[in-house]
Each structure stands twice: as structure tokens, then as C-alpha cells.
């Protein structure tokens, strides 16, 4: 007789984690989800979670909302599949590109699909490498980012990414330039005001600039607040410094949105918190609200115009994924985006924003938690030894994962990032469901910091 195998056996037989900390797995077991409501997930053991990440900052409308639904299976019985290549599309992806050039900052704006944040990155990049190349300036390719940006994992966009873990792969690849992360709290020296850290950062800017040469440089892509670095706002008047910067060496800037976007800031785009308008946008994540994998590059009025010269020269631009503006992840994308309009979730950001930052505010009461920062749905508390010298913990104590397997137990999925511990609430949540993830991250927060003293 053959012995059923459990879910985990199965899942670690038959299947690879990726950013999984394998120890921990192999001692704690997975979690195999089957099924979701709200902000809960439920998995095959009968358990159910709290998840404070909205998934992976995505499901944004929760885990079963029923427009979304009814959207894709009305688009799978009327055209399931389709790409954007040869001068064909699908009506819905005519129709998403309207939707986001109208929901755009920009004035003017072209759109160009992916499946993915990643290769919305590596997609940008390529077009900012073809149209130089275009323009007489193939030697402009460096790529300014900043550490801990994360822009993901693809070859190129791990490449854009500030943290350490990608030299096992050998990356970054030549000329990806990684400056100084806009975190006062962390890197701010002894005795500088916030003020006089931007500057820091504003000089270090142009001094790169000068040393590498403004004509080799294509572009500067940013995090409007970096997010799986750990959730970092800038520092007071990041943007107001480094965009005129940029705007005077003709180096365009791109922001990243792939989590800012659609309204986890407050505002629609990340940059109009923030008070700047970017060159391009990329997006990705709550784009669909986590219904199904899609990217877009929204290129701003200068680049789509230049990219369409670029490609005209050549008669056409080389470069599309199969899936391309795939019809199905067009038409959730549709209704994503009027759920997040007319469905009260950027009104629900804004009201809950106060009660999720008093929240934070008070577990940064605790003695080990050196600061906590956030904006709009965005949260971190960071874990410290010592607050006043804010010297963290000890790697080998692992405590920003004990505290998450410690909320994982009690019911709770929230993700350590470092020494921090991120929250990232579904824009459907609830003040009693955020009073759960906060007295349960506050009784873990307890615990663990008993266990290491
Ligand atoms: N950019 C940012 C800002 C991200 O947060 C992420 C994913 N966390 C990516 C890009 C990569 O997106 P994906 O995982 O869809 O490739």
C-alpha cells in the first residue's frame, strides 16, 4: 500500500522555491494555499492567514473579488489568447492602453506590455540602449539605480537591483551604477540634518555624472518609495533634488512603480505623491490587482516620440514577449483599474492611511524597534539591538524571520525584509482586520524579543 503524501512532501519533491529560506521550510513545512477571501488566505492543512502583503503588494482588491472574476471569465468565452505583434492586438489591450495613457501623468503616452515588473524594467532599458543607438549615441548606455532599489530579477533588472544577494549570479553586469540609498534614518551621518543628507545625495549624483560623463548614461530608475529594500520613502525633498539634476544632463528618469502604482500611496502614481513627473512609468503587480501576470512601460510625450523615430528608422522596434498584452490580463487590467477608481480602494487607502500609521507608530513604541516608516499602505518597523545607537541585531539570530514565523503561526503572513518587518494591507482591509495584524504582530514582536533578549 502506497502511503498518501502530504502537500508539503509533495511541494518540496516536485517543485522549487524561489527567495525561500530552505532551513526554515525543511523544519517549519510550506504552506500550500487553496484558496482565498478578502485579505485571508486558506490553505490544505484547514489554516487560515491574515495576509498584511496583499500576496506580494498585488492582490490589492483581495483574494476573490468578484468583478475581477466575472471580468476574466467573460474574457476567456470571448477571446482567451492573443499576443501584439505583426500590427494585431486585441481590442482589449487598445482599450487598457487608452485607459492608462488617460490615468497617466503624462500628457501624451504610448504603452508597451509584459508579463512582468522585471521585463517591464528590461524592456524600458532596451528602448532607452535603441533609441540612443538610433540617435548617434550607442555609447550611452550606463543605468543609474540607487542600494536597496529592487527592480527585479531578470539578468538586467537583477543587475538594477541594489542588494547584495545577486553576486552569486555574478551581477551586477558592467555599467549599472548603484548611489547612495535616501534613507536619513540608516545613512544619515552623525550630526547632518535630512536637509543636508539630500544634498549629499544630490551631490553624489552629479559627481557620478561627471565622472562617468553624462553621454554615457541612459537613464537614472527609481523606486518613488523602495519598497522590498525594505519600504524607504526619500528623504524630505529626494525628488525635488535629483530631478533637475537629471533634467540638466539629459538623463531621463523612470520610475518605478510596480508597487507605488495605483494607489498605494495615497495618489494614483507614486510620483504624484511625491510631487515629480518621471519620464516613464513602469508598472506591473496591482496593474491586473494581482488577477494576472501583466507588466506596461508607460513611456512619457519625449520617449514615445523618440522610440517611434528610432523605430521608424529601421521600420520596426525588435523586441515583445508571446503574451504580450494578452487580452485577458488586458480586460481585468480594465476592471482593475475602475475597481481602484470607483470602487472606493483609493478612497479607502487615504481614510486608513492614519489608523495603519498610529498602528505602526505604536508597536515603534517597543524598546527593540529602532524606527517605523511608511506611506499610504506601505509599512516597516525595523528591528534593533540597541535604539539609540540603532545598532541591529546579530544576522545569525534571524529575528525579522522569527518575528514573521512567529505572526505565521498565530494566523498572520507579514514579510521580513532585513532587520524590518514589511506591511503591505489589500486596499479592502478593514480597521478590525488591521487591529488583528497589529495585535498579532505586537504579541510576536513581544515574544521574540524575549527569546534574543
Ligand atoms: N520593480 C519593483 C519596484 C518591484 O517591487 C518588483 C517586484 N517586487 C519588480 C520590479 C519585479 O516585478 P516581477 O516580480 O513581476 O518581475
Not at 490544505?44 to 475581477?68: C, I, P, Q
Not at 521580513?416 to 482591509?429: D, E, K, R, W, Y
Request: contains cysteine; glycine residues 12%; proline residues 6%.
Amino acid at each position: 500500500m502506497t502511503i498518501p503524501q502530504s502537500w508539503d512532501a509533495r511541494a518540496k519533491s516536485a517543485s522549487f522555491f524561489g527567495f525561500t529560506d530552505f532551513p526554515s521550510i525543511n523544519e517549519r513545512g510550506t504552506v500550500i494555499v487553496t484558496h482565498g477571501k478578502g485579505p485571508y488566505i486558506y490553505d490544505t492543512e484547514g489554516r487560515s492567514y491574515l495576509d498584511a502583503n496583499s500576496g506580494l503588494w498585488n492582490m490589492v482588491a483581495g483574494f476573490d473579488h468578484e468583478g475581477l472574476i466575472a471580468a476574466a471569465k467573460a474574457q476567456f468565452d470571448t477571446f482567451p489568447g492573443y499576443h501584439a505583434f505583426f500590427g494585431r492586438m486585441s481590442d482589449q489591450t487598445v482599450m487598457l492602453s487608452e485607459k492608462l495613457v488617460a490615468v497617466s501623468p503624462f500628457e501624451r503616452a504610448k504603452v508597451f506590455y509584459t508579463n512582468s515588473g522585471s521585463e517591464a524594467n528590461d524592456t524600458m532599458v532596451k528602448m532607452l540602449w535603441f533609441l540612443n543607438a538610433s540617435e548617434g549615441n550607442p555609447q550611452k548606455r550606463k543605468i543609474l539605480t540607487r542600494v536597496n532599489g529592487y527592480h527585479g530579477v531578470t539578468v538586467v533588472s537583477a543587475s538594477m537591483t541594489g542588494k547584495p544577494y545577486n553576486s552569486v549570479f555574478g551581477l551586477p553586469l558592467d555599467g549599472f551604477i548603484h548611489l547612495g540609498c535616501p534613507h536619513y534614518w540608516r545613512f544619515g551621518a552623525a550630526g547632518e540634518t535630512e536637509a543636508e543628507f539630500t544634498a549629499r545625495l544630490g551631490r553624489e549624483l552629479e559627481e557620478t555624472i561627471a565622472r562617468e560623463g553624462a553621454d554615457t548614461i541612459a537613464g537614472f530608475f527609481a523606486e518613488p518609495v523602495q519598497g522590498a529594500g525594505g519600504v524607504i520613502p526619500p528623504s524630505q525633498g529626494y525628488f525635488q533634488t535629483i530631478v533637475p539634476i537629471l533634467k540638466k544632463h539629459g538623463i531621463p528618469l523612470i520610475a518605478d512603480e510596480v508597487i507605488t502604482g495605483f494607489g498605494r500611496t495615497g495618489e494614483m502614481w507614486g510620483c504624484e505623491t511625491y510631487g515629480f513627473t518621471p519620464d516613464a512609468i513602469i508598472s506591473s503587480k496591482n496593474l491586473t490587482a494581482g488577477f494576472f501576470p501583466m507588466g506596461a512601460v508607460i513611456l512619457g510625450p519625449d520617449l514615445a516620440d523618440r522610440l517611434q523615430a528610432a523605430a521608424d528608422a529601421i521600420e520596426e522596434f525588435p523586441h515583445g514577449f508571446t503574451a504580450s498584452g494578452h487580452p485577458v490580463g488586458c480586460a481585468i487590467a480594465l476592471k482593475a483599474i475602475d475597481v481602484i477608481e470607483n470602487e472606493g480602494l483609493l478612497e479607502n487607502v487615504r481614510s486608513l492611511t492614519p489608523y495603519f500609521e498610529a498602528g505602526l507608530a505604536r508597536l515603534a513604541e517597543n524598546p527593540n524597534i529602532g524606527e517605523w516608516r511608511g506611506k499610504g499602505l506601505m509599512g516597516a518597523l525595523e528591528a534593533v539591538k540597541d535604539k539609540d545607537t540603532k545598532t541591529p541585531f546579530d544576522g545569525s539570530l534571524s529575528v525579522s524571520e522569527r518575528i514573521a514565523n512567529t505572526c505565521t503561526d498565530h494566523g498572520l503572513l507579514c514579510r521580513p525584509l532585513g532587520q524590518s518587518i514589511v506591511l503591505a494591507p489589500a486596499f479592502i482591509m478593514t480597521e478590525p482586520q488591521m487591529d488583528e495584524m497589529f495585535d498579532k504582530l505586537g504579541a510576536a514582536l513581544k515574544q521574540v524579543f524575549a527569546e534574543v533578549g
